[in-house]
């Protein structure tokens, strides 16, 4: 069960009692402070959700406590007691984050909906919190190539700027991950992220979609709609696959961009927004906009600062610690833990993924479901990955090395024990020399097992 403590902090006995009493009753744990410094220790020992708070106290005073209990728990429900003659203050010290006030002589009914509300809101808080971890690590860009982590750095210095970006791309390498984090390292962050994806909404319902329309603006519009410019006001507006908008939508959408305001479909009212837009694309524009198919102008609207993702194919040391990343996902949420053999891994690092980290993630996820047992290994990959990873000219790079390596292991492994680790035999067999074999192993990291 959360946490349903209280703290009453009162220097009267008569009150405090019988506030506790109250309390009791309606099963909340209680706790006592007579003074400002009791308060602050409490804290400490049993971090309450809710504080009942007198104004007046001896040596520091309730205003005093309260900026003290704010700094270091800020998330702490605040809930002043005033007597008579401190109304004005109790007022201010909402201002300072209480939550509420209650004035004496307290009324049993006001207090209990008052705490009651109180921790409503602080468990509604501590959700948020928990839900943002949740989205944040749904979120997370893996990545251990420089050029991710030198896109990552130029995340980090570019999503606080609140300037317009373009994010390019081919399908599948992350564009909407790189949008979320852009939004999320903002000062927007706490405001909506709106996602729009040109690509999937047919153009005669893009209009309504983005403008929102009255109700009666059309046959069918038999209510109001708020579209998603509105909704991404203060916040983020991701317009993805923008490179698949119609001209005329693209015309209507770079006057409103630029006055900042705009009105409903069968509406009159200008309504004003401020949003800060990040787009992505899998398309070439300058070739779009070669063939009439992308407004200039637009295009130099969104593009003030723009982010490139490579391919898989060009950062393959990715591939491994996504692949783990993935399977071990999966492995969190079963109860059966799978591993992939190194020779698998090396087969797919050294695969080129023309869907990238999307068609990789699949991969693994199929693979997951599918594989009977807890070892995915080079016979459980699609064929074209398997036969790929032997001959294809793409491999004379470092995925080529590790795939190498990653077969070489697993072979000299098998060899060794089919040969009960005797080296000189396994060898023999092998082709090579004793010591060659010796110093492969090492190489390799191969230990004898036991
Ligand atoms: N670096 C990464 N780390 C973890 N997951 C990733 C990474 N890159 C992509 N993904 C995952 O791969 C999938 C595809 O990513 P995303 O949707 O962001 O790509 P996209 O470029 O928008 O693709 P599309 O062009 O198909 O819309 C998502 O499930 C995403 O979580
Ligand atoms: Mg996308």
């Not at 104004?55 to 005073?61: A, E, K, T």
């Not at 071990?328 to 992939?340: A, G, P």
Request: include cysteine; glycine fraction near 6%.
């Amino acid at each position: 069960m959360s946490n349903n403590t209280v703290l009453v902090v009162d220097d009267e006995d008569y009150i405090r009692s019988t506030i506790a009493g109250i309390l009791n009753d309606e099963h909340y744990t209680v706790k006592l402070a007579k003074d400002g410094f009791e308060a602050l220790t409490a804290m400490k020992n049993f971090y309450p959700p809710v504080v009942l708070l007198d104004i007046w106290l001896p040596q520091m005073d309730g205003i005093e406590v309260l900026k003290r209990i704010k700094e270091q728990y800020p998330d702490t429900i605040v809930i002043m007691i005033s007597g008579h003659g401190t109304i004005d203050t109790a007022v201010k010290t909402i201002k300072m984050g209480a939550y509420d006030f209650i004035e004496k002589p307290l009324s049993a009914d006001k207090l209990l909906i008052t705490i009651s509300n109180g921790l409503k809101v602080f468990n509604l808080q501590q959700e948020n919190k928990q839900l943002k971890v949740t989205i944040e690590k749904k979120y997370e860009i893996i990545s251990v190539s420089r050029v991710m982590e030198d896109l990552k750095r130029k995340i980090a210095i570019v999503a606080p700027s609140d300037s317009w970006v373009m994010i390019t791309g081919e399908n599948g390498t992350g564009k909407e991950l790189v949008a979320n984090a852009i939004h999320r390292l903002s000062s927007r962050a706490n405001m909506p992220f709106i996602d729009v994806n040109c690509a999937a909404i047919p153009e005669e319902l893009m209009e309504s979609e983005l403008f929102g329309h009255e109700k009666g603006a059309f046959t069918g519009a038999d209510r109001r709609r708020i579209g998603k410019l509105e909704l991404a006001d203060r916040g983020t507006l991701f317009l993805d696959e923008v490179g698949d908008m119609s001209v005329r939508m693209q015309a209507k959408l770079l006057r409103t961009l630029e006055e900042g305001r705009f009105t409903r479909i069968g509406g009159n009212n200008l309504i004003d927004i401020d949003i800060r837009v990040v787009a992505a694309t899998n398309k070439i524009i300058k070739d779009e906009i070669r063939d009439g198919r992308f407004r200039e102008d637009l295009y130099y609207r969104l593009n003030v600062i723009p982010l490139h993702i490579v391919s898989l194919r060009e950062r393959k040391e990715d591939i491994p610690v996504l692949t783990e990343y993935f399977l071990n996902e999966k492995n969190k949420i079963s109860r059966q833990k799978k591993r992939i053999t190194p020779a698998a891994m090396g087969a797919l690092s050294s695969y080129v993924w023309k869907g990238n980290v999307r068609e990789l993630k699949n991969l693994v996820e199929r693979l997951f479901v599918l594989v009977e047992g807890d070892v995915i290994d080079t016979e459980d990959l699609p064929r074209e990955i398997r036969t790929n990873s032997k001959n294809d000219d793409e491999q004379a790079d470092d995925g080529l090395h590790s795939a190498k390596s990653a077969f070489e292991k697993d072979y000299i492994i098998r060899m060794l024990k089919e040969h009960s680790w005797n080296i000189t035999k396994t060898a023999a067999k092998i082709g090579i020399s004793r010591e060659n074999l010796s110093r492969k192993m090492k190489l390799l990291g191969i230990e004898r097992e036991v």
